[in-house]
């Protein structure tokens, strides 16, 4: 069982900035896809970024230029850096790990292991 804890979250004004990180405590990241997801209510998850053991990245189509993915191996870590926060940008923002090197693609499916969230929450 991987257990990933999730950090970043809160509550900010339209325009802000926000970096989310994802610490696995149990498995090393070296070796994953690893990728953002979020949840809105009565929608379903929606792919935000994702990072290959490449470290080549990509994001969701209407979401660039705003979002940053990275990662840090040697601290087992994934950062999501949001900028110019929207309120339609609120959501429960999840952290996700393939078993495999090379990501595929927005299924979530593909992702095994997930965090738990951290919400955002964006006022206008």
């Known amino acids: 069982q991987v257990l990933w804890v999730e950090s970043g979250g809160g509550s900010v004004q339209a325009g802000g900035s926000l970096r989310l990180s994802c610490t696995a405590s149990?498995?090393?990241?070296?070796?994953?896809?690893m990728a953002w997801f979020r949840h809105i209510p009565g929608k379903e998850h929606e792919g935000v970024a994702l990072?290959?053991?490449?470290?080549?990245?990509a994001y969701a189509n209407s979401l660039k230029g705003r979002f940053t993915i990275s990662r840090d191996d040697s601290k087992n870590t994934l950062n999501l850096q949001i900028n110019n926060l929207k309120p339609e940008d609120a959501a429960l923002y999840y952290c996700?790990?393939?078993?495999?090197?090379?990501?595929?693609?927005?299924?979530?499916?593909?992702?095994?292991?997930w965090g738990q969230g951290t919400r955002v929450t964006v006022s206008s």
């Open positions: 996700a790990a393939a078993d495999l090197p090379y990501c595929g693609g927005w299924r979530t499916s593909y992702y095994p292991y």
């Open positions: 990072i290959p053991n490449t470290a080549d990245t």
């Open positions: 149990t498995v090393r990241t070296s070796g994953r896809c």
